[in-house]
């Protein structure tokens, strides 16, 4: 393997900032908007990289620093700020999220916040204000959305009589996944409070008027009422600490609702522990249409074993995804040679090597590599001859340069259409990924023969 080089440099970094998450995250609630403290070039980037991915409009505010801001803070153009988004959306909640600047100067988000409140509450209704601190110079774009997650619960939900409902945190997946994932909850009879929730906010139909706030959203009356909740299910193998975000240790922690920790639910074996996990809550067994999904699932193993098997993947992005993707890719025979990401919560290595435990030998295990750009994985692309890349969209430079597939998977997909529709949870899931893998194995195969084939 490739020595690592001597430089702390990023160049194409594997990650995202930290308040980029955090908008995410806030995005999915009910009657809110992100609010980014800071200059407004953070906003202005950040609206557009998610417009990239999900093909909607999104509204970011900003407190709109300037250079005399960093010299004698940014309390004023925060209140000046969030008094504006009042008056011209009226939102339920803002959510606001500290930027490098801000984070920099150190301003005392909490006490302007608690200033602003008895400086413009008298005798009027103020939306809440939920703040997370993220500075982009450290952590990741799913660090400030776990961040912005845990805050909200933190904030906002109280204590309340025991009910029968669940809490779902499935991290940042697609709007597709959201949807599919309420779909399982309702059909094993759970009520459930899906937080954050983007099935909506950030797929929407297309209407006559532009909405300021879309429809949609965890509601939050039911956020006020997760702490009653007598479950909590939270993806994330990386996710079991409360130093990276955990809302649900921190719901554990403060409302004894347990918390059942997950890997994503990508592809059978980790979809099974979820199905099982929901068999115990709901006293109920697993119903047939899913049943019927995992057995046509198998099938479409079977039947696609012979194009995949023995063939070489890297697969790179955010932590929790690469761990999923990694235990989907491995059950149906594809060697993960490379498992990188830019996080750095110092626990991928230990959950790469859980999820394929009985399916890779000691010999067969992946490199595995936190911190990563894509300057170092091109690197170590060179050496170990991937016959395809798993990932987001950045990687599109490093699949052209080695002639090979790039199987589009996770934020930000900006090169194609359709990203917030990509399903890639359950057995659902896994099929469409399972048939996109092999279609472009296959299509490879067609492309690099001097006569190809025309049937399987």
Do not use: W
């Amino acid at each position: 393997m490739s020595k690592m080089p001597n430089y702390i440099s990023t160049t194409n970094a594997c990650k995202l900032c930290r308040p980029l998450g955090a908008a995410l995250a806030f995005r999915g609630i009910e009657g809110a908007v992100p609010y980014l403290h800071g200059s407004q070039g953070c906003a202005t980037y950040m609206r557009r990289y998610i417009i990239s991915h999900f093909n909607e409009p999104i509204d970011i505010a900003s407190s709109s620093l300037s250079e005399k801001h960093a010299v004698y803070g940014g309390a004023a153009n925060l209140k000046l700020g969030l008094k504006n988004v009042t008056s011209k959306y009226h939102p339920q909640l803002i959510g606001i999220a500290t930027t490098c600047l801000t984070e920099t100067i150190g301003d005392d988000v909490p006490r302007i916040l608690q200033e602003y409140a008895k400086e413009e509450g008298t005798g009027q209704t103020l939306p809440l204000n939920v703040h997370v601190s993220t500075p982009s110079y450290a952590g990741s774009h799913m660090e400030g959305f776990h961040g912005a997650v845990k805050s909200v619960v933190e904030q906002l939900a109280t204590a309340a009589p025991t009910k029968r409902s669940i809490n779902l945190l499935p991290g940042l997946v697609s709007s597709a996944d959201y949807r599919y994932l309420s779909e399982i909850m309702q059909d094993f009879g759970l009520s459930s409070t899906i937080l954050p929730d983007l099935s909506e906010t950030l797929d929407g139909p297309a209407l006559m008027e532009y909405e300021k706030i879309p429809q949609g959203g965890t509601p939050l009356a039911a956020i006020r009422g997760m702490g009653g909740a007598r479950a909590t299910i939270e993806f994330g193998r990386t996710m079991n600490t409360n130093k990276h975000g955990s809302g649900g240790l921190s719901l554990q922690e403060h409302f004894a609702c347990p918390n059942h920790c997950l890997g994503l639910p990508l592809g059978i074996g980790e979809t099974d522990r979820l199905f099982a996990l929901l068999e115990t809550l709901s006293s109920r067994t697993t119903p047939h249409k899913y049943v019927q999904e995992r057995g046509r699932l198998v099938d479409s193993y079977v039947d696609g074993h012979k194009y995949v098997f023995g063939k070489r993947a890297i697969i790179y992005g955010d932590e929790d995804l690469v761990v999923g993707l990694t235990a989907f890719l491995a059950e149906i025979g594809i060697k993960p040679v490379l498992c990188a990401s830019g996080g750095k919560s110092g626990l991928l290595s230990e959950a790469v090597a859980a999820v394929t435990k009985g399916i890779l030998g000691a010999d067969e295990m992946p490199r595995v590599l936190e911190g990563m750009d894509f300057f170092d994985i091109a690197a170590e692309a060179e050496q170990l001859g991937p016959d395809l890349l798993v990932g987001h969209s950045k990687g599109a430079p490093l699949a052209r340069k080695l002639n090979i597939p790039l199987i589009r998977v996770g934020f930000p997909i900006h090169d194609r259409i359709g990203g917030q529709r990509l399903l890639h949870l359950g057995y659902r899931g896994a099929q469409m990924l399972f048939d996109t893998v092999t279609n472009s194995l296959i299509e490879k195969k067609q492309n690099d023969s001097p006569i190809g084939y025309s049937y399987m």
